[in-house]
């Protein structure tokens, strides 16, 4: 088994650091936060399971914990996830090179538990040798809503916003902004990002709902089928079957009149096509 004094050593600077800001060590609950936030989700050495935030369910003694006071995570720089983060990520790379298999949030979970009784960790609401269990909470697949806010991750950092428009026959719509400005037009996409955590979903307004259509349309080109009429520059169709002949300057705007509109994007291609368009790709 690797060392859990090396990422202990590294985490205890995080927390230290913590402690600075605040006054005190964090609190069981808010380092399990700090550690559930800087998962390196992403790494190859992870197996499949894990979200962000992760979270866990923790036994002190004999007694289910549950951490009192408001967290104070959420006034933390990103400096501190990051240091967080490349500590755990060298934790998981060596744990996978030792077994040869992905970690998994089961096995996670137990090497948190490890670093924990090194004694490494100061917090101030229990001492972490006495954590006596460390359980990953289950990933629950997302079910967005339409009103549901998601964030969509930017290849430059950040996150784009969008709102679920539609849940139809043609999949799930979403209404993309600029900053605060909405695009005009939503896009059809599927969930899948959603579902795996790769999209999250932030929060539930209704009120960006408002400059997007109810049931927005997908197009077709003219002639798109033998004995259909789609019109000269095109047709638009709602999810009930309601098909209308559009002009050109709907055409142009959608991008059907130069070849560019998609009726359905891929979730993951819609990704990079944001990030290429505003990269100037």
Do not use: C
């Amino acid at each position: 088994m690797t060392d859990p004094h090396d990422t202990a050593s590294e985490l205890a600077d995080v927390v230290g650091e913590f402690a600075e800001i605040f006054g005190e060590p964090p609190t069981l609950a808010e380092f399990l936060e700090i550690i559930g936030w800087a998962i390196p989700t992403a790494s190859e050495s992870l197996a499949d399971g894990f979200a962000e935030p992760m979270r866990f369910t923790a036994t002190v003694g004999t007694k289910p914990y549950a951490g009192d006071p408001p967290s104070r995570v959420g006034d933390l720089d990103d400096h501190l996830f990051e240091d967080a983060r490349s500590a755990l990520l060298d934790l998981v790379r060596r744990r996978h090179a030792l077994s040869g298999e992905p970690v998994t949030p089961e096995r996670f979970a137990a090497a948190l538990l490890d670093i924990l009784h090194t004694g490494r960790i100061t917090l101030s609401d229990v001492n972490g040798t006495d954590v006596r269990k460390l359980v990953p909470e289950k990933k629950r697949a997302a079910k967005p809503k339409v009103g549901d806010v998601v964030a969509i991750p930017a290849r430059e950092g950040g996150n784009r916003v969008g709102v679920v428009v539609a849940q139809n026959r043609f999949g799930m719509a979403i209404g993309l902004f600029d900053g605060t400005t909405p695009r005009r037009h939503p896009v059809y996409t599927d969930d899948g990002l959603i579902k795996n955590g790769t999209w999250q979903i932030t929060g539930h307004d209704e009120s960006l709902l408002e400059p997007f259509p109810r049931d927005p349309a997908i197009y077709h080109q003219p002639n798109a089928w033998p004995g259909i009429d789609t019109g000269e520059h095109g047709a638009a169709e709602t999810a009930d079957g309601t098909m209308r002949k559009i002009d050109p300057d709907e055409a142009r705007a959608v991008g059907l009149a130069d070849g560019s509109y998609r009726q359905v994007y891929p979730a993951a291609y819609l990704q990079k096509v944001l990030d290429d368009r505003a990269g100037g790709s």
